[in-house]
């Protein structure tokens, strides 16, 4: 991999400081002509050369970009990984790892995925060639079991997973990869390396939807690997370069701004999620309240173990058929019915009509996603004006 000497360089504060001094400086020094304090939107498509091939660091913004750079920097800082490899969107990221692997090669994958990467591998990968096995990935007997030696080349693990939250052993997955010299990635959204950090656990890579807390304010799509894997690294800078799936400095600068409240942020949103997932699991009207938080959550002593915190997503299902959960989730209002996660607003949205509207109904069912399943991206709003907008949604749904 073609190392240059960029701005800012890619090791400020990469691993030196705690977790919160890296959230506001890792990756961005100030700028050494004017000092600017803040890190300059690099807003340029193309760069001066000194000659023919000849250059700064940077020649041409699909390749690279200054604010490209902090922003991998820091994320890379955070997960504690060598590199970092930013893209457009939390798909784009996703497709640019399935594109690492050729035809006849075999994922295993959490079968609850986030409904956007199952679209991505069933509707555009597996037509190519590549085999995928869906299997609940807390039952590590079942993962070895679907694993192929010498054909699978990779585990999909999500953890917590969306919409189910459930907790998968990072550890036990990444051991059971390197069982069969596949790799082991973790899609770490949900927890962020504020709470979770995979790298540290054996896994190969992970991957964030940097859209959801590491943007933090709903304003920029992104996504994101962070790898200390130099080979794979290497493919994936590749196929950024080469596809052109990569964020603009806009955006960058959105998420860089995100990432400095990230550790703050993340305190609200765990502490409001856990009050509301206890306060849900007294009320009368719902059948069952998911949250690792709880002690009543299958895999609650791994999550105690793996995670510092168990974040800010909340999903339970609510007495009563599919009409009255559509009257439920139109009738909050500090809870913003929409998709996505993971901004300071609170959201509320229904997976089965929604985020994974594009599973088969079938296969939702299988999985546990139910047409009542209500999943709650907790914000940080005053936790009384959370609890009362839910209290008032009960009450205008019911029949």
């Not at 400081?17 to 803040?38: D, L, N, S, W």
């Not at 996504?223 to 894997?229: E, M, Q, R």
């Not at 949103?269 to 849900?280: K, P």
Request: hydrophobic share 40%; glycine share 8%.
């Amino acid at each position: 991999m073609s190392e240059f000497k960029v701005w800012p360089p890619r090791d400020h504060l990469k691993s030196s400081y705690a977790f919160g001094t890296r959230c506001i400086h890792a990756g961005q020094p100030p700028e050494p002509i004017t000092g600017a304090v803040m890190m300059p939107i690099y807003q340029t498509s193309t760069y001066v050369q000194d000659g023919v091939g000849g250059h700064k660091g940077y020649e041409y913004a699909r390749t690279g970009n200054p604010t490209r750079t902090a922003l991998e920097t820091c994320l890379a800082s955070l997960e504690g990984a060598t590199h970092g490899i930013c893209f457009s969107s939390g798909c784009a990221a996703t497709s640019n790892v399935i594109h690492t692997l050729s035809p006849g090669d075999h994922v295993v994958s959490s079968d609850d995925v986030y409904g956007g990467t199952w679209r991505i591998f069933m509707s555009i990968f597996e037509p190519l060639g590549i085999e995928f096995t869906f299997v609940d990935m807390t039952d590590a007997a079942a993962v070895e079991q679907a694993l192929r030696p010498g054909q699978t080349k990779m585990l999909w693990v999500e953890t917590p997973t969306n919409p189910l939250l459930k907790v998968v052993d990072i550890a036990r997955m990444a051991e059971l990869a390197k069982s069969v010299s596949a790799r082991c990635l973790v899609d770490n959204t949900f927890a962020t390396p504020c709470l979770q950090n995979p790298l540290a656990l054996g896994a190969d890579a992970v991957l964030h939807s940097t859209t959801k807390y590491i943007g933090g304010h709903s304003d920029v799509v992104g996504g994101a690997v962070l790898t200390s894997d130099d080979a794979f690294a290497e493919d994936l800078f590749r196929l950024q370069n080469s596809m052109g799936a990569t964020p603009g400095p806009q955006d960058c600068f959105l998420q860089l701004r995100g990432l400095k409240t990230l550790h703050l942020r993340m305190k609200e949103h765990c502490a409001n999620a856990r009050a509301l997932a206890e306060w849900l699991d007294e009320h009368p009207e719902v059948d069952k309240v998911i949250y690792p938080g709880l002690s009543s959550h299958p895999q609650h002593e791994i999550a105690a173990k793996q995670m510092s915190d168990f974040g800010g997503m909340v999903s339970f299902e609510l007495s009563g058929d599919l009409a009255r959960a559509e009257r439920f989730v139109d009738s909050t209002r500090v809870f913003t019915l929409a998709e996505s996660l993971g901004g300071v607003e609170s959201l509320i949205e229904l997976p089965a009509a929604m985020t994974h509207a594009s599973v088969p109904a079938d296969v939702r069912e299988s999985i546990g996603i139910t047409d009542g399943l209500v999943r709650l991206s907790v914000g940080i709003e005053d936790l009384e004006d959370q609890k009362a907008d839910l209290a008032r949604a009960f009450e205008l749904s019911r029949a």
